[in-house]
């Protein structure tokens, strides 16, 4: 399959260059050239396969240059292999919602699904030609401990890891810090998520510093990462799809997750609507609802994971709205960062073919927790209670599955707010609490990171 980036669509890629990228040199993203819908009978052959069987045929036709199928099957029941959950997800029911559980996987959130599978597509190539990479990534809180699992112990790798200090829960800081093998490096910034992500841009952009350490990314514009993700889609239609349409509502933050979910549907998987779920960093919802996609200054939540002030993978759909037109892209994307862009009437119409959105506030979603609790005796997760209160308040409960993006213990402070009750790790995830934990500790300065990167590696 050949690729192109969002901002010049002359050039082909193929999905080697696409993965090891992350970010073509334009700023653009990288998206399929043109995509193949399954056919009727092709999707009917799907229906009984087992998840890492339909993984298999979901991603082969994206990657089928990197890796054999075989190869790609070995790689793919190795990542699922330590996941609590035998096939992957689970799916719940919550009244006449159904809830697709994500978070079974090592780090507790839905990111360890990509994430486990690059890792080992990382392995795959690095074992193969030999070069030593380093990876750096920001995170807000569940992409760090999803990456450190995935990478640690990989040979010809380093991960480095930033996340600002003191603003993530407890949970999440050990799940990536109480790791001793020698190729993870996590640091805690003086400063806050927009500053580490800044910070890993400026590394980025400056050329003579990335080609040196041969630098690479995993975050959620990674192609890669969208294409394990779509799997999950299909694997609920299958489930609980009875034959009918199926609407999915995604806790968002950055778009990748339901843009997944929207790559399900251009591949020709029946999806209704698709919901997006945000909190009151709403710009996607405000875009959605009225054509507005001005960006305002990021506001600390109890979701932490959807706290973005514009949200990357929406270049990939303005791109599709665009008509694959990557001169205008080009042009949206420089009034964006402007701050200039309203979306027209007649893309915005476009848009809500597929989509429509809702957002709940920090108060909305604690109620929400409680409601659920009470209801139906089950805890969520904060950004989970922002999906189904989504789903609910927009009235679109039939035929609906709500994405539960990560296991409530990850948000202790949370749940206890909502319901007053602690909520524990899963057993096997016990000796956390106990493990020492390694950081260190950086001012928000350029310098003093690039150089404590490079005198580590
Ligand atoms: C990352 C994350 C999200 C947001 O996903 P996007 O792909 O960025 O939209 C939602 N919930 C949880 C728990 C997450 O970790």
Request: proline share 3%.
């Amino acid at each position: 399959m050949n690729y192109v980036s969002t901002r010049d669509n002359q050039k082909n890629f193929t999905f080697k260059d696409v993965f090891l990228k992350g970010l073509a040199n334009d700023g653009g993203l990288f998206v399929p050239k043109s995509i193949k819908q399954f056919k009727k009978d092709e999707l009917n052959n799907l229906y009984n396969l087992s998840y890492n069987d339909l993984a298999a045929e979901i991603i082969y036709p994206f990657i089928g240059d990197f890796m054999s199928k075989d190869e790609l099957i070995f790689l793919i029941s190795k990542s699922y292999s330590n996941f609590r959950s035998n096939d992957v997800v689970q799916i719940s029911d919550l009244g006449k919602l159904k809830v697709l559980e994500l978070f079974h996987g090592p780090t507790l959130a839905f990111k360890d699904i990509a994430m486990q599978l690059i890792g080992n597509f990382y392995q795959y190539h690095l074992g193969r030609d030999q070069k030593r990479i380093n990876i750096i990534v920001a995170t807000s809180g569940d992409t760090g401990a999803a990456a450190i699992d995935a990478l640690k112990g990989k040979s010809n790798l380093n991960i480095f890891v930033l996340h600002p200090n003191n603003k993530i829960s407890p949970v999440q800081r050990k799940l990536m810090t109480i790791h001793d093998e020698s190729n993870v490096f996590n640091i805690a910034v003086e400063g806050n998520f927009d500053d580490c992500q800044n910070l890993v841009k400026a590394m980025f952009n400056d050329e003579k510093f990335s080609k040196a350490i041969n630098m690479s990314g995993v975050n959620s514009i990674n192609w890669a990462r969208i294409i394990a993700q779509s799997v999950y889609y299909f694997y609920a239609y299958f489930k609980v799809g009875n034959g009918k349409p199926l609407t999915f509502c995604v806790p968002t933050g950055n778009f990748g997750d339901i843009y997944a979910g929207y790559l399900a549907k251009k591949l020709g998987l029946p999806v209704d609507k698709l919901i997006v779920a945000t909190n009151k960093n709403d710009i996607l919802h405000r875009a959605i609802s009225g054509g507005d996609y001005t960006q305002k200054k990021v506001e600390e939540t109890n979701t932490p994971s959807m706290d973005i002030q514009i949200a990357s993978n929406f270049e990939r759909l303005l791109y599709d709205v665009k008509d694959c037109n990557s001169e205008i892209t080009k042009d949206v994307m420089s009034k964006i960062k402007n701050n200039t862009y309203k979306i027209d009437k007649n893309d915005l119409d476009k848009i809500k073919k597929n989509f429509t959105s809702e957002m709940l506030d920090e108060n909305e979603t604690v109620e929400m927790i409680k409601t659920i609790n009470n209801e139906h005796k089950i805890v969520v997760d904060p950004h989970t209670a922002v999906g189904i209160g989504a789903a609910r308040k927009l009235g679109l409960e039939k035929n609906c599955v709500v994405l539960s993006t990560a296991h409530p213990c990850k948000f202790p402070q949370t749940i206890e707010d909502a319901i007053s009750k602690t909520e524990e790790l899963p057993d096997s995830l016990n000796y956390v609490y106990n493990r020492k934990e390694k950081f260190e500790l950086l001012p928000n300065d350029i310098e003093k990171v690039k150089s404590y990167v490079m005198n580590s590696i």
